[in-house]
């Protein structure tokens, strides 16, 4: 079993930066690939940024050069750094683990994210 614990959340204004970490409890193949997704109000969970061990990194189109995701392969954590948040940003952002992108096994409990103007 692998557990996944988010942290980094918070209010924050229109412009601001953010960084979220994400750590696993424990290192296997199970944490081969390391993921961030969101889910904001209303709306369906949607892919946000993924990292593998090995340093390939894959970005949602839509957030492509706003938000950098970084591993910390000693620990198995990862981070995403969000930039210039807009009010759309605003979600709950859940990190996922798995062996390969097809399937995210692990989810975290997830955390708040909200941009207010």
């Known amino acids: 079993q692998v557990q996944l614990v988010e942290s980094g959340g918070g209010l924050v204004q229109v412009g601001a930066s953010l960084r979220l970490s994400c750590t696993a409890s424990t290192r296997t193949s199970n944490t081969n690939v390391m993921a961030w997704f969101r889910q904001a109000p209303g709306k369906e969970r949607e892919f946000v940024a993924r990292a593998w061990r090995a340093g390939r990194t894959v970005y949602a189109d839509s957030l492509k050069g706003r938000f950098i995701i970084s591993r910390d392969n000693t620990k198995d954590r990862i981070f995403l750094q969000m930039n210039s948040l807009t009010i759309e940003d605003t979600a709950v952002y859940y990190c996922?683990?798995?062996?390969?992108?097809?399937?995210?096994?692990?989810w975290g409990q997830g955390t708040q994210v909200t941009v207010s103007s």
């Open positions: 996922a683990a798995g062996p390969t992108t097809d399937a995210f096994n692990y």
